[in-house]
């Protein structure tokens, strides 16, 4: 007995440790970034004997990891064609005003998260965007935030936009097309809420501009792997919506749909491997893979049953009352702990709520919304400013000031949306 209760305090602790290096920016004493700190929880739970090594292999979704990998490969396909460098210089022919220009950036960023990862988006566009807008003499800022908040809230729409919405298709069983239905109705709204909040917020910087397009050379397109990276991606795509009979006659679940896509690429592109396998943010699936495994050690304690007993009065006895509740916790919830770890844990609750799949749709709403609400609240928010670091430093507060009304209105519309359509 004395063991057990031992091994539950030091998980608690393990947990706890894990959490604070993980929110927290690096610890001068530690050095530790974000997958390091999961790694370090990770091994502190087998080293302890709070996990068996079984367990811990266990403990790891590995339909994530492997979503996340294919969907990885196919955008770093997709960048090796030249294809973003495309969108973005089809953004800047078609916008003849800087609010126009904000307009096409918000949608191509959002839809484009839906389709592929929202990190990932940030990632290979940022570079680009800065580009574009330093060549249209165009202030920067205003279209930062517009591919932050915009990668963010588009990523909703589907199970593969973000980590956090893989996470939750996983556990709720929820097929692609019926989560698409209820999240992209949202999800468009809001991006149209977005565009608007920051056109107003940056109205004085953005009136009397004009985009100076000037000569360029042209876009350096390789148009035969772009032409079969597409088609990889759109069977993909096309798969994706046809999970459950796929599922059901070969056996093949939406992450190994995308990562059958991503190897057929691989066979096609005639590409050397080691150039697209770099473009892997190995880090970000490292910091899943220990992450489930410290989640999972704590779950052996039962701490967050517990925790579930003691607040679940809080969130009422309907489907509107516990909805709206688990909104303001779990947008709070993210803010503390960061959107994937409060997933992790939170989704051990939804089964016990009036309407599950509902609050699974919730919870991803919120979680993914709730990463605006501040700089640190999303990597894809920390991607764009340290890229943009050369160019700009944007501020805590200066994100924070189009950030948080932003991150208020489009969740109240969205849960609302969910609310009314079901």
């Known amino acids: 007995m004395f063991s057990i209760v031992n091994h539950h305090w030091v998980a608690i602790a393990i947990f706890a440790v894990t959490y604070v290096l993980i929110s927290s920016r690096r610890l001068k004493v530690l050095r530790l970034n974000r997958p390091a700190s999961a790694l370090l929880g990770a091994v502190l739970m087998v080293g302890f004997g709070v996990l068996k090594i079984e367990d811990a292999y266990r403990a790891v979704n590995w339909d994530t990891i492997v979503l996340l990998l294919g969907m990885m490969l196919l955008a770093a396909y997709l960048h090796l064609a030249g294809f973003f460098e495309l969108a973005a210089d089809w953004i800047l022919l078609r916008a003849r005003t800087p609010q126009r220009l904000l307009f096409l950036l918000v949608f191509a960023s959002g839809i484009l998260s839906a389709l592929l990862v929202n990190d990932t988006i940030c990632l290979l566009m940022t570079p680009l965007v800065i580009a574009v807008i330093v060549r249209g003499r165009l202030p920067l800022f205003p279209y930062l935030m517009a591919l932050a908040t915009s990668a963010n809230i588009g990523s909703v729409m589907t199970l593969t936009g973000n980590p956090q919405n893989m996470i939750i298709g996983h556990f709720s069983g929820i097929p692609y097309p019926r989560f698409l239905r209820s999240m992209a109705p949202a999800g468009l709204v809001c991006l149209a809420l977005d565009c608007l909040i920051l056109w107003w917020g940056c109205r004085r910087i953005l009136a009397g501009g004009r985009i100076e397009t000037g000569s360029r050379p042209p876009t350096p397109v390789k148009r035969p792997l772009l032409i079969k990276t ?9 798969a994706f919506f046809f999970d459950e009979p796929i599922q059901r006659h070969f056996g093949l679940n939406v992450a190994w749909i995308a990562l059958m896509g991503a190897s057929l690429a691989m066979v096609m592109a005639r590409v ?20 489930f495994v410290v989640v999972e050690g704590l779950r052996e304690t039962r701490l967050p049953e517990q925790i579930y007993q003691s607040v679940q009065p809080l969130f009422g006895a309907t489907a509107t009352a516990q909805a709206w509740n688990l909104t303001w916790f779990a947008a709070v919830g993210s803010n503390i702990f960061s959107n994937v770890p409060f997933v992790l844990v939170a989704g051990q609750w939804i089964r016990n709520f009036a309407e599950p799949e509902l609050m699974w749709k919730v919870l991803a709403l919120s979680t993914t919304f709730a990463g605006n609400f501040t700089l640190l609240g999303a990597v894809a928010n920390v991607i764009v400013v340290e890229l943009a670091k050369p160019h700009i430093e944007v501020g805590f507060w200066d994100y924070a000031r189009l950030g948080m009304p932003i991150t208020v209105i489009t969740t109240v519309v969205g849960v609302a949306m969910l609310l009314a359509l079901g």
């Open 230 to 238: 597409l088609v990889c991606f759109g069977v993909v795509t096309v």
């Open 272 to 291: 050397d491997t080691h150039v697209v396998l770099k473009l892997v943010d190995w880090h970000l699936l490292l910091f899943f893979a220990a992450l």
